[in-house]
């Protein structure tokens, strides 16, 4: 029996070893097609956590789900962190981390780990998973062009940078070739020193700098909960001044204050929304992006719709509470 002569599958039911049916999966197009036609041209600026690199299947989705964003037309610029992976080759070289609110106190020995992972593994990699669809992606740090450039204002933390330009052209040119650029969180003084920069705070500034669309942080929550341990009080929607007012009274603390915090530079420095989804569910940006009901929590500015709409329906008042960190 040939493939013309194999019996017909019965309407509604799933195609055997592709687990939905054809009237799924015309739905699914369907319902994408407007976001589609929305986000065409769109910059989407995707900031991928390294606890997710180290797993190969979510690597190996979060490239096709990029690859899809560039394939209907979007700009995607993947900003990528490191920690784990950077706290891994730190040890086999007996050396260990201290972390002070978060940020990695860098020594010269420890900024010269962060270059060779960042740089020289992790951006790699991801460039690679990329590259399999065809030649789209390309790795770059702040340093290239000019980038980033940050300066020393914590000495404390050693060779921690803090940004105070972010140079886009060289971006803008990639874009242009409907390239895919694929940036290591490494900046430099305007002396030349290199300087690890946290990749949250990278992928906020580069956002703004592009006025981008999104600002997506994939992280390893489901984004803002009013009650951490129920994921059906996931807050959809909120504003700049709701966030300032859950940090300032303490009800969001701990390691979400800079999720959060990142999240709200992006959008005051010119992107339209930022997103915080979790990196662990498959195709999670294509959720987000492409369908009615996306995911996760999004960060609008404060003369956007006021609604704030939780996982059980609007709510004028949520309580908010740290989602968790990464």
Same mark, same amino acid.
């Given at each position: 029996?040939?493939?013309?002569?194999?019996?017909?599958?019965?309407? %509604?039911?799933?195609?055997? %070893?592709?687990?939905?049916?054809?009237?799924?999966?015309?739905?699914?197009?369907?319902?994408?097609?407007?976001?589609?036609?929305?986000?065409?041209?769109?910059?989407?600026?995707?900031?991928?956590? %390294?606890?997710?690199?180290?797993?190969?299947?979510?690597?190996?989705?979060?490239?096709?789900?990029?690859?899809?964003?560039?394939?209907?037309?979007?700009?995607?610029?993947?900003?990528?962190? @490191?920690?784990?992976?950077?706290?891994?080759?730190?040890?086999?070289?007996?050396?260990?981390?201290?972390?002070?609110?978060?940020?990695?106190?860098?020594?010269?020995?420890?900024?010269?780990?962060?270059?060779?992972?960042?740089?020289?593994?992790?951006?790699?990699?991801?460039?690679?998973?990329?590259?399999?669809?065809?030649?789209?992606?390309?790795?770059?740090?702040?340093?290239?062009?000019?980038?980033?450039?940050?300066?020393?204002?914590?000495?404390?933390?050693?060779?921690?940078?803090?940004?105070?330009?972010?140079?886009?052209?060289?971006?803008?040119?990639?874009?242009?070739?409907?390239?895919?650029?694929?940036?290591?969180?490494?900046?430099?003084?305007?002396?030349?020193?290199?300087?690890?920069?946290?990749?949250?705070?990278?992928?906020?500034?580069? @956002?703004?700098?592009?006025?981008?669309? /999104?600002?997506?942080?994939?992280?390893?929550?489901?984004?803002?909960?009013?009650?951490?341990?129920?994921?059906?009080?996931?807050?959809?929607?909120?504003?700049?001044?709701?966030?300032?007012?859950?940090?300032?009274? @303490?009800?969001?603390?701990?390691?979400?204050?800079? /999720?959060?915090?990142?999240?709200? #530079?992006?959008?005051?420095?010119?992107?339209?929304?930022?997103?915080?989804?979790?990196?662990?569910?498959? #195709?999670?940006?294509?959720?987000?992006?492409?369908?009615?009901?996306?995911?996760?929590?999004?960060?609008?500015?404060? #003369?956007?719709?006021?609604?704030?709409?939780?996982?059980?329906?609007?709510?004028?008042?949520?309580?908010?509470?740290?989602?968790?960190?990464?």
């Amino acid at each position: 029996m040939t493939a013309l002569d194999s019996p017909a599958t019965p309407a %509604g039911a799933a195609v055997p %070893g592709r687990g939905y049916s054809p009237e799924d999966r015309a739905r699914a197009l369907v319902e994408a097609l407007p976001y589609i036609q929305r986000f065409r041209g769109a910059i989407v600026v995707v900031k991928m956590g %390294g606890n997710a690199m180290g797993d190969d299947e979510s690597a190996r989705t979060f490239a096709e789900d990029i690859v899809m964003l560039r394939s209907v037309g979007m700009k995607p610029v993947v900003v990528h962190g @490191g920690g784990p992976q950077i706290d891994d080759l730190l040890r086999r070289l007996g050396k260990t981390s201290e972390f002070v609110n978060g940020l990695r106190v860098t020594d010269a020995e420890t900024l010269e780990v962060a270059r060779m992972v960042l740089v020289g593994k992790v951006g790699r990699d991801i460039v690679g998973q990329i590259n399999v669809h065809g030649a789209y992606a390309v790795g770059l740090s702040g340093e290239d062009g000019n980038l980033i450039t940050a300066e020393i204002r914590q000495p404390e933390l050693g060779f921690v940078g803090e940004i105070t330009v972010v140079n886009p052209g060289i971006i803008q040119r990639l874009l242009a070739e409907d390239m895919i650029p694929v940036i290591s969180s490494i900046g430099t003084t305007v002396g030349g020193q290199a300087l690890n920069i946290n990749a949250d705070t990278v992928a906020g500034a580069v @956002g703004g700098a592009l006025g981008a669309e /999104k600002v997506i942080y994939l992280t390893n929550v489901p984004g803002l909960l009013t009650d951490v341990d129920d994921p059906s009080t996931l807050v959809a929607r909120v504003t700049l001044a709701d966030l300032d007012a859950a940090i300032a009274d @303490g009800t969001i603390s701990g390691g979400m204050v800079p /999720k959060v915090a990142s999240c709200m #530079h992006a959008v005051r420095a010119g992107a339209v929304s930022a997103h915080m989804l979790d990196g662990r569910i498959p #195709h999670v940006l294509l959720l987000e992006l492409f369908t009615d009901a996306g995911i996760g929590t999004m960060v609008v500015a404060d #003369h956007a719709d006021s609604a704030v709409v939780s996982g059980q329906g609007d709510s004028e008042d949520p309580t908010m509470t740290p989602g968790g960190t990464e």
